[in-house]
């Protein structure tokens, strides 16, 4: 079993910059892939982005890619999502998931799942 907790969000105005936590539960952290998905008001939840479990391979939804960054530190137990140049539609839930696999995926199947940090940027 994984516990996820995300931290980190906040209101920012656009433009700026936030950096989410995704601390784990666990020892076998370095075993599982990581992903960060968001959900907008209306809207479905996305997948953002994706690590594989030891970071060596990442992915990017299109919409953020040179934009934001997933990295993880295995010895912290923890994964992190740097988001820059925020915008209005940055504006969500941001969820960090678990996945059994080295490999990360753009689907939601993920084992693990966190409650979510709110991230609001004001224009």
């Known amino acids: 079993q994984v516990q996820l907790v995300e931290s980190g969000g906040g209101l920012v105005q656009a433009g700026g910059s936030l950096r989410l936590s995704c601390a784990a539960s666990?020892?076998?952290?370095?075993?599982?892939?990581m992903g960060w998905f968001r959900q907008a008001p209306g809207k479905e939840r996305e997948f953002v982005a994706g690590?594989?479990?030891?970071?060596?391979?990442?992915h990017y939804a299109d919409s953020v890619k040179g934009q934001f960054t997933i990295s993880r530190d295995n010895a912290k137990n923890t994964a992190y999502l740097q988001m820059n140049s925020l915008k209005p539609e940055d504006t969500a839930v941001y969820y960090c998931?678990?996945?059994?696999?080295?490999?990360?995926?753009?689907?939601?199947?993920?084992?693990?799942w966190g409650q979510g940090t709110q991230v609001t940027v004001s224009s």
């Open positions: 998931a678990a996945r059994k696999s080295t490999m990360p995926t753009m689907t939601y199947t993920y084992d693990y």
């Open positions: 666990g020892r076998t952290f370095s075993s599982y892939a």
């Open positions: 690590i594989s479990s030891r970071g060596v391979i990442t």
